[in-house]
């Protein structure tokens, strides 16, 4: 119970949130340095589907060793659990990355920063119909649409194209209700689950199911370097911390208000890609963009007078 205590305490919940997102956002110019070290830069999306999933499985592996040693055993799921946790290894990490790299070959990445996030209301909509103490209310929505704002100051340079095309806006729509989808059922899985036993092996699971499916439609890696090496570890191990401390987060407070902290997400991945790229991405409307998504985090997290 101590732990259910810890999770649901007001400023614990909002560090773990904000070092999840910070490490969800460091993978994005991590990624775009690794595609480059691995030469796959201008590859197709068969071999970006074998280079994640080979990361997922690293990250699983990583999050199963850890869980192990921490309990002193081998700590592998009951049979009553393996549904639930292949159920989501397939839907968070096998589909929702499957959609998410070809929604990249005919999308930018700012219409694609943008649509993805759409998925924080996807969440909050699963959230209402799924739990009886999740329910949508006028401060849920408020708070999204402010992160929504956000991410488009902060992702918005010129003119966004508006069109709609289900090759590439339809993709990215269906990996961010993939997440979405994930959330709810890791909500259900760690009521009766270790949350970081079923953190590793969906991850274990659902990236060795993307590494074959990239291995099938004809993709391939080689490992050129230590470099390139050292840098799909380090992806692994920011992907195990971050989904880690996301179940942990889902597992004893309500999806709706754990989910919009993803609203971060893109916003650390431009504020990072600065620091890690060399990007000019310091100016007033990464700081407008920031405020507008704190201000919806706030609103949504905030007790009203009733709960008070």
């Known amino acids: 119970m101590e732990s259910k205590n810890f999770f649901q305490r007001p400023v614990t919940l909002l560090l773990c949130a904000v070092i999840a997102t910070a490490l969800w956002g460091s993978a994005i110019p991590a990624i775009k340095i690794g595609y480059n070290l691995f030469g796959i830069a201008e590859s197709g999306a068969s071999t970006k589907f074998v280079f994640a999933g080979i990361r997922f499985v690293l990250a699983g592996i990583v999050v199963i060793i850890f869980d192990c040693i921490s309990n002193k055993k081998i700590i592998i799921p009951r049979k009553d659990e393996w549904a639930g946790i292949a159920l989501l290894g397939i839907v968070q990490t096998t589909i929702e990355y499957i959609f998410f790299y ?64 289900f090759q590439g806006d339809g993709f990215i729509l269906i990996a961010a209700f993939c997440f979405a989808l994930g959330s709810v059922i890791t909500k259900f899985v760690t009521k009766k689950s270790n949350s970081v036993t079923a953190t590793g092996w969906q991850l274990a699971l659902g990236g060795a199911v993307l590494t074959i499916v990239g291995l099938l439609s004809g993709g391939s890696i080689t490992f050129p370097s230590i470099q390139a090496v ?23 407070n309500p999806v709706g208000k754990i989910s919009v902290y993803c609203f971060l997400n893109p916003c650390f991945g431009v504020i990072l890609s600065g620091i890690m790229l060399g990007e000019n991405i310091f100016n007033v409307r990464t700081v407008v963009a920031l405020l507008l998504v704190c201000l919806g985090i706030y609103i949504v997290n905030a007790k009203s007078k009733k709960e008070a």
């Not at 998925?119 to 999204?144: E, P, Q, S, Y």
């Not at 050292?230 to 004893?252: D, E, G, P, R």
Request: include cysteine; glycine fraction near 8%.
């Open 102 to 165: 070809l929604s990249l070959i005919y999308l930018s990445g700012v219409k694609g920063s943008i649509l993805n996030s759409i998925g924080n209301f996807f969440a909050v909509i699963l959230a209402h119909f799924a739990f009886k103490n999740d329910k949508i209310n006028l401060r849920k929505f408020i708070g999204c649409l402010l992160g929504f704002c956000g991410v488009v100051f902060c992702c918005f340079e010129q003119g966004l194209d508006l069109s709609f095309k």
């Open 230 to 252: 050292a840098m799909l570890l380090y992806l692994a191990v920011i992907s195990s911390c971050a989904f880690t401390i996301w179940a942990q987060l889902l597992k004893y």
